[in-house]
């Protein structure tokens, strides 16, 4: 048991190496480390279950800085604690250009940084896929090899943020009671006090939402011990409400903004030396007070090495299969179930919408990987993102692979992150395209952290009909086409739904978008080829007679016009050739010579998207023909609407003719 005073230098230890950065890079939130420290050492000293030495253990306790402005007091614990990627050197160089400590903490930066936590509220509702995540892998493999807690620090922004009610209402739902949240309580936020914007009882909030929840002195270590404790015998959700002050021990500043977003300054920082009677240099940790907090990194070494041991003796079926699945890994057999696939879908040639067509798909691919876990923003039988495999998950029965979001699509999507990023599963959730807007910001993170989630957006264009211009999107692939790393598909046909699933279900460190229609499409890919063609990203689907006058590229339910288009301008003389355009992304990264030839020479060259034209000059040149959307959509059947835009086969005839003619 450590002393009070132990813990004080311990925390104190956490609180000047925060300052110190904060002020050395004249940059950062010194008032969030110091207010929270004590929280923190409480966790990481007597309750965490972690190795430094073997960071991504799969049994690890996960912990999550919502608030993470804060970034210092990850930093401070992951260098104290003795993670090998954060040295002294890095927090030294504290949000320069090229160290692991950015600003915010980065995924993928260094070893015990679980998520991207930027927006505020992202890291909350990661939070859920997390614990999430940890019952299902549970339930498949049981308490000996999967038996974690989540633990998530959220500060006042992240409450305020309209995602942590989506995120805490399914939390509560589903009742994932090994999920943690200390609120860091300090009634302050950049412009101020909290009371300027908000007076909501959060700890009631969480309690309506299925939580358990009660407020402490967040600067008391037995109040903070006592709570964890208390938490991790429940049987719901627990959020901690710590008062705390924010930038503990500056003699001026602290309780007030003035610690929330700029460094303390030298005068400060020296009271706040004097305060704790902290008589270091700037970044000098004491030896005694370093060693103690190495040997609190070194107590998760025994649970980790019998975790080890029991996953030695554990049924070698079982055992494999969970390390093909914490690796990443897919079936070995899964190539050869969708080639097979793809040889039934060229002989039946179905004519179904390509949300239809991604149901068929997930039903060969919810056979052939376990790992999926399917789910949708209350659209399950538009979307038709879920299979026979995927039955129900409940508060009851987390063995299950469908999640039900509500009508959240914000909180589904950063959900989809936590899942995915907790290791062991391959996360996908509908909604309609047009809703992308809510869940974008989880969408980006994804490919920012480069994470495998799957983003189903069905109803991918004006022809979803009735429902107008509400729920049309017309500028949304051009904007999710815009997101670095991310694959945005938009099929054709069965066989290319089929393909772009294996894409997607492939990229361990790109997440997708699948881009369907509402509409029956028929095939297009009559003759099976084994080479998933959508792979290359674009490609040419029907060769011109001759010399191509034209060239058509299109995506998705546009290419059915484009071949339309075709067959009427060869009858006229003008060889034509079409090409079809499933993911701008992956053909970007085809070789010159590859691209050069797909695009061709055509003298004219035309495309159509039901959609605005943003993205395409790069196929068709600044002079090429746009047959697509240029403002908002209307509310009329898909029968009266592309002829009403103008996104018709013999539109395409005519303007390709016109330009043929010069005219």
């Not at 057999?333 to 002989?347: G, I, Q």
Request: contains cysteine.
């Amino acid at each position: 048991m450590t002393s009070r005073e132990q813990h004080d230098r311990m925390a104190n230890a956490i609180r000047f190496l925060s300052m110190d950065a904060v002020e050395k890079a004249q940059s950062g939130h010194p008032g969030l480390p110091m207010g929270c420290a004590d929280v923190a050492t409480v966790l990481f000293t007597r309750f965490l279950k972690y190795d430094p030495k073997n960071p991504h253990w799969p049994d690890r306790d996960r912990f999550i800085l919502s608030a993470g402005h804060g970034s210092m007091l990850l930093y401070s614990l992951l260098y104290l604690t003795g993670y090998e990627d954060i040295t002294l050197d890095q927090i030294k160089h504290f949000r320069q250009l090229g160290s692991r400590t950015a600003g915010h903490p980065e995924y993928g930066h260094a070893a015990g940084i679980e998520t991207t936590t930027g927006p505020l509220g992202q890291g909350l509702a990661n939070s859920v896929g997390f614990a999430l995540g940890e019952r299902i892998m549970n339930a498949a493999f049981g308490n000996d090899l999967v038996d974690h807690y989540t633990y998530v620090l959220a500060g006042d922004g992240c409450l305020m943020e309209g995602v942590s009610q989506e995120a805490i209402a399914l939390a509560g739902h589903l009742k994932l009671n090994k999920l943690i949240v200390f609120w860091d309580n300090n009634n302050i936020s950049i412009d101020g006090p909290v009371s300027l914007a908000d007076n909501t009882d959060q700890v009631a909030r969480f309690q309506a939402s299925g939580w358990n929840a009660s407020h402490i002195d967040g600067q008391d270590p037995e109040a903070i011990a006592y709570a964890i404790e208390a938490a991790r015998h429940s049987d719901k959700p627990t959020m901690i409400a710590c008062k705390t002050t924010i930038g503990f021990g500056a003699p001026t500043k602290a309780g007030t903004n003035k610690a929330h977003g700029s460094p303390l300054g030298a005068e400060e920082i020296a009271g706040a030396r004097k305060f704790f009677g902290w008589d270091y240099p700037p970044f000098e940790v004491p030896a005694d007070i370093l060693n103690a907090w190495r040997d609190a990194g070194k107590t998760g070494v025994k649970a980790r090495t019998d975790w080890e041991g029991r996953l030695a003796e554990a049924d070698a079926q079982l055992r494999s299969e969970f390390e093909r699945r914490i690796s990443g890994a897919l079936p070995a057999n899964f190539d050869a179930v969708l080639t097979d696939y793809k040889k039934k879908l060229a002989a039946d040639k179905p004519k179904v919408a390509t949300r239809k067509s991604s149901e068929m798909a997930l039903e060969i691919i919810n056979g052939a990987v376990p790992e999926t876990i399917g789910g949708s923003a209350d659209l399950t039988g538009s979307n038709n993102t879920k299979t026979s495999q995927t039955k129900n998950i409940t508060s009851d029965d987390y063995g299950q692979r469908y999640v039900h979001y509500g009508i959240r699509e914000h909180g589904m999507a950063a959900a989809l992150n936590g899942l995915t990023l907790h290791g062991g599963l391959i996360a996908y959730g509908g909604t309609f395209m047009c809703f992308s807007d809510y869940a974008r910001p989880a969408m980006r993170l994804a490919s920012l952290m480069g994470i495998r989630s799957i983003f189903v957006m069905t109803h991918d264009s004006i022809g979803l009909g009735e429902d107008g211009p509400t729920h049309q999107p017309v500028e949304h692939l051009a904007a999710l086409r815009a997101i670095p790393n991310h694959n945005v598909f938009r099929p054709a046909d069965a066989v290319e739904t089929a393909e772009c699933w294996q894409l997607a279900i492939e990229q361990e460190k790109t997440p997708s978008t699948l881009a369907l229609t509402r509409q029956n499409l028929p095939t297009v890919r009559n003759d099976f080829v084994a080479e998933n063609l959508s792979r290359q990203g674009a490609y040419e689907l029907a060769g011109a007679n001759g010399d191509a006058a034209v060239t058509i590229f299109a995506s998705g339910s546009e290419v059915e016009i484009a071949l339309a288009a075709r067959e009427a301008l060869e009858k006229h003389g003008h060889p034509t050739r079409v090409v079809s355009v499933p993911c701008f992304e992956l053909f970007d990264k085809q070789s010159a010579d590859y691209r050069r030839k797909t695009i061709g020479n055509a003298p004219i060259k035309i495309a159509i998207e039901a959609g605005i034209r943003q993205g395409w000059d790069y196929f068709i040149g600044t002079d090429g023909i746009f047959i697509g959307m240029t403002g908002f959509g209307a509310s009329g059947t898909i029968e009266q609407l592309y002829p009403h835009f103008g996104i018709t086969a013999e539109a395409t005839v005519k303007a390709a003719e016109a330009r043929l003619h010069g005219e």
